[in-house]
Nanobody
C-alpha cells in the first residue's frame, strides 16, 4: 500500500504560479510512474501531466508550456510547477502512482481567481 500526500494548493490570481508537491510513502518510489490529474466541478477527472520512472514526460494540451512535472527520487516526491495560471485551471489536483496497482492522493484544491 502506498500513501500519497499532496500539498501546495491554494488561491492564486490569474497569471500567477503555484508548485504542488506529492510525497509518497514507499522506498520503491523510483520505479513508479507518477502523474497529476485534476477534476473541476461538474467535470470528469483528467490527466494533466505524467512522468515515467525514467523521467519521460507528457502533458495535456492545455497546460503544455505552462506546467512542468518533475520528480526527486531521493525525496520520494513528485512536483507540478504551474505557471501562467488561468481561471480554467481551477480544480482539485490529485497525485497518482502506478506500478502493478494504482494509488491516489486525497487531492489539493487549486483556485485561480481575481
Amino acid at each position: 500500500q502506498v500513501q500519497l500526500v499532496e500539498s501546495g494548493g491554494g488561491l492564486v490570481q490569474p497569471g500567477g504560479s503555484l508548485r504542488l508537491s506529492c510525497a509518497a510513502s514507499t522506498r520503491f518510489f523510483s520505479i513508479y510512474n507518477m502523474a497529476w490529474y485534476r477534476q473541476a466541478p461538474g467535470k470528469q477527472r483528467e490527466l494533466v501531466a505524467h512522468i515515467t520512472r525514467s523521467g519521460s514526460t507528457n502533458y495535456e494540451d492545455s497546460v503544455k508550456g505552462r506546467f512542468t512535472i518533475s520528480r526527486d527520487n531521493a525525496k520520494n516526491t513528485v512536483y507540478l510547477q504551474m505557471n501562467s495560471l488561468k481561471t480554467e485551471d481551477t480544480a482539485v489536483y490529485y497525485c497518482n502512482a502506478q506500478l502493478k496497482d494504482t494509488y491516489w492522493g486525497q487531492g489539493t484544491q487549486v483556485t485561480v481567481s481575481s
